[in-house]
């Protein structure tokens, strides 16, 4: 290849004070120092619990069995990890206090004063802070509460787990808009067209420079970015409409929508953390599809109570069906990373990718259901079901679970949580 030697691997795209990170090319590669590709985290998160009953795995690769709600899980049984029996200790029984650290394992206090501690997302962020321009993306699908619990523990646990000081949770981003905005700029929401309208003439000039190869990589990517803007200008459109009919003034933005549907709120996000995963714009993220004490409500499903109510019959097909539907929410997000090319794998399989609840059971913390998707790179195996409910309990930490994934992302640890140990087997 005749390229400039000016063509870094990392490559951004410029226009009206937009800036449009592309993802890793073969091309640029060719002439770059050789590196890792990065490795990612996420976590989604569903609140109340599972269905103990139909949440199982068995078995290992291609003839791995799994329970129904676990069924859309799959097309990937090679590129997962169903772990049983893991312990929060500190998160163990109660509404409340299970949410607040499922991502830090740390003792939370009760009453007026928030104490936690930093969860496992945020030091992956801080360690990853120089590398990206976003140091971690927090989102949600449900909107926090306030309050206490008859418990005496704050809502504020229940809302939150993302924590970046033990008595600071972050925000949660609820807005598709504005969490899509954050990974081009502020400028985004001043413009009247698409922010690839604004670079198309440098895309194309850079698809002349690089292998065939990477002229499929850039189409491709350039569509995902035009399909996830084009679904949050419509949801824009569609506020903008509602707006009119509240007589909102015409010359202020829209503000950004949040979906009424749970699925094409939970797609939405997922889009946008795929985006940022593939751009290398971020490396971290966390989605709070439903909170602890959900309030959600799932009509497409035609379940006419709230997400909570149902969990106290966890068994019942009413819970069955909410469960599955967040474990489709989360196959979404695998199988979109899992076509996203980046060298001879995928962003997947650079990825560690969980799904977690903060109960087994109503009120039962004894141990928390957990999946993981992707390899890290090769530095995670994959395709088993994996069982610690009898290794006891110093042996089936959750915390110890973070340590050995922070300890794939080059973030090592002496303790985290109420564990100083790697989870054997892992």
């Known amino acids: 290849m005749n390229t400039s030697m000016n063509l870094s691997r990392r490559l951004l795209l410029k ?50 069995e799994l329970g129904s709600s676990l069924e859309p899980l799959a097309p990937f049984k090679q590129k997962i990890n169903v772990i049983r029996g893991l ?125 065939g190869f990477d002229q499929i990589k850039l189409d491709e990517y350039l569509n995902s970015v035009r399909e996830t803007e084009q679904h949050v200008q419509r949801l824009n459109r569609r506020q903008a409409k509602e707006n009119v009919a509240a007589n909102v003034p015409l010359h202020q933005r829209p503000p950004a929508g949040q979906p009424s549907n749970f699925r094409e709120y939970c797609r939405l996000m997922a889009d946008i953390i795929a985006l940022a995963f593939q751009t290398d714009r971020s490396r971290i993220a966390t989605m709070l599809m439903s909170r602890d004490l959900s309030g959600q409500v799932y009509p497409f499903l035609n379940i006419r109570d709230d997400h909570h109510s149902y969990s106290h019959s966890n068994t019942g097909p009413e819970y069955q069906a909410i469960v599955r539907c967040h474990v489709e929410q989360y196959a979404y997000l695998i199988e979109k990373l899992s076509k996203m090319q980046e060298g001879d794998k995928t962003v997947l399989d650079n990825s560690c990718i969980m799904f977690v609840s903060e109960h087994w059971n109503a009120h039962n913390g004894q141990q928390v259901p957990v999946v993981l998707a992707g390899g890290l790179g090769g530095k995670l195996q994959t395709g088993r079901s994996l069982d610690y409910l009898n290794a006891g309990n110093d042996k089936r930490k959750l915390c110890s679970l973070y340590l050995s994934i922070m300890d794939r992302m080059g973030l090592k640890l002496s303790e985290f949580g109420d564990s100083r140990e790697r989870l054997a087997g892992l």
């Open 15 to 64: 226009g009206l004070g937009i800036s449009i990170a592309l993802p890793w090319l073969e091309s640029a590669h060719l002439l770059a120092k050789a590196q890792e590709e990065p490795k990612r985290f996420a976590c989604l998160f569903i609140g109340d619990g599972i269905c103990p009953t139909t949440w199982w795995a068995k078995g290992n690769g291609a003839d791995m």
């Open 87 to 211: 312990h929060n200790r500190e998160g163990d029984g109660g509404h409340a206090k299970c949410t607040g650290n499922i991502l830090s394992g740390a003792a939370l206090k009760r009453g007026s004063i928030i104490q936690g501690g930093i969860s496992m997302d945020q030091r992956l962020a801080k360690h990853f802070e120089e590398e990206t321009a976003i140091p971690s993306l927090v989102l949600g699908c449900e909107q926090p509460v306030s309050g206490f619990h008859e418990s005496q523990y704050s809502m504020v646990y229940a809302s939150h787990i993302s924590w970046r000081s033990p008595d600071s949770p972050i925000p949660i981003e609820l807005y598709p808009a504005l969490a899509f905005d954050s990974l081009f700029g502020s400028q985004v929401g001043k413009l009247q067209g698409s922010i690839l309208d604004q670079v198309l003439e440098q895309a194309n000039d850079l698809k002349r420079k690089v292998s």
